[in-house]
């Protein structure tokens, strides 16, 4: 697994940006993916997560409504789609991949491999 993710920027607030996240050795089909993020000097914090079928996702609470995971398993890639960004939507955005599908959809411990993850600065 290779996981890279993509698509973060420097964005107004109330702006949109989609984030994407390519395995490009193509072996996450079967596979749980989330999205995490971690604000400087702040815990790594659950942010979404899709089941391998694409009809079962997860969201913050915070975050309902404004971000939407979805994926493609033709083209190995999860994205994130981020509307009415805040300042406080400031940080570094990771994928995951859960090789277990488990049941901790949101605990970062349960994901088996990262992306670098991608910087997403939201200006007031």
């Known amino acids: 697994v290779q996981l890279q993710a993509s698509g973060g920027g420097l964005v107004q607030t109330g702006g949109s940006l989609r984030l994407s996240c390519v395995d490009s050795?193509?072996?996450?089909?079967?596979?749980?993916l989330g999205w995490f993020r971690q604000a400087p000097g702040k815990e790594r914090e659950f942010v979404a997560a899709?089941?391998?079928?694409?009809?079962?996702?997860y969201s913050a609470d915070s975050l309902k409504g404004r971000f939407t995971i979805s994926r493609d398993n033709a083209k190995a890639k999860v994205y994130l789609q981020m509307n009415s960004l805040k300042p406080e939507d400031t940080a570094v955005y990771y994928c995951?991949?859960?090789?277990?599908?488990?049941?901790?959809?949101?605990?970062?411990?349960?994901?088996?491999?990262w992306g670098r993850g991608t910087q997403v600065t939201v200006s007031s």
């Open positions: 995951a991949i859960d090789l277990h599908n488990s049941a901790g959809y949101y605990r970062s411990y349960e994901y088996d491999y």
């Open positions: 050795e193509r072996t996450f089909g079967g596979y749980t």
């Open positions: 899709i089941r391998w079928t694409g009809n079962i996702t």
